[in-house]
């Protein structure tokens, strides 16, 4: 049954998007529109996508990462995904094109050559959708990275499949987020820190509001089919958020099993790979900026205190205060830790 999408989608306001576009240079040629009632940001293109994305019928056996950008998705991608193929540590096939990236053609800069060219070879290329297209090509069981949230998914998502949800504390997210932001062309974002944390606090940032996405997420912790996690946690003590994630998923894998996932995922280990880390391939083929930092980058917890001034803080709590009902009840951590 194809159900009607339920939020309207409306363009940012005119003057808010040419302030906008000065600093993040990809949205001047698409705009950002915005999902009323939750606040949702994403580039136009979500648009066309929006109800595809609301009726997608996920599989019994599929399990989503779901997260606001930046928590740790790439992490616990790789972490399932490795779990449910036995352990397997693989080392040769990039992370991208074993665990799809659910709803990457509405995110996508479509003008850049080689999404253009696969435009020009598809009829309906908006509705086959390129991300789209790999989704469905991946064999079964699949593993897949969302950041949408649950509201703009199938409102059946639970009852067929599992979701694990990731979350940060918010203030390593934004600086995380700031570092993605410059690095990647999709959003081409030339700004400083204080900018950036300035739109962030605006939920003005693509697939924020970020207490929004969190709050759902929290909502659904004790539902049987989620498994809701923390960065902070799995930094604190990986093999007890494996226990939990194997027990979860029943993936039957032995403590030895569990080592060696924890070995093949832990930070360093990923920044050296290009399967994880595709950074240097990313520049070379226009997709990312030089000169910027890694894709996985630091991977610690109290980056924050680095880049949070007095002044930036007090916006920061401002922030915090207007979304006080959901801020208060999530028990972030903060704690600086200096090795990754
Ligand atoms: P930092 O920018 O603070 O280093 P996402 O995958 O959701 O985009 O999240 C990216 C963040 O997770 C980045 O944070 C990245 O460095 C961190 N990360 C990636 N792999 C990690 C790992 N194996 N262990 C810890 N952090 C990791």
Known sequence: ?????????????EELMKEIEQKFLAYSCQGLVRVEGSGYVFPSTYAKYASTYYNYQFKP??????????CGTTWTQEIVWTMRNGGQLDSSTELGVRSPFFEFDSLERYELKPMREWMEKHEDPIKEGFYLNLMNSVSSPRTIKTHLPFSLLNPTLLDTSKVIYVARNPKDTCVSYYHQQRLVKVSDFQGSFPEFLDYFCRDLITLGPFWQHIA??????DHPSVLFLFYEDMKEDIIRELRRINKFLGTGLTDKQLQDVAEHTKFSNMKARPTTNPTKACVEIGRFREGEQDFVRKGITGDWSNYFTPALEEKFQCWMEKWKDMSQNIPFKYNFETVA
């Open 1 to 13: 049954m194809e159900r009607t999408f339920p939020y309207k989608i409306e363009p940012l306001e």
């Open 61 to 70: 056996d599929d399990v989503l990462v779901m997260t606001h950008p930046r």
């Open 216 to 221: 759902e997420g929290w909502e659904k912790k």
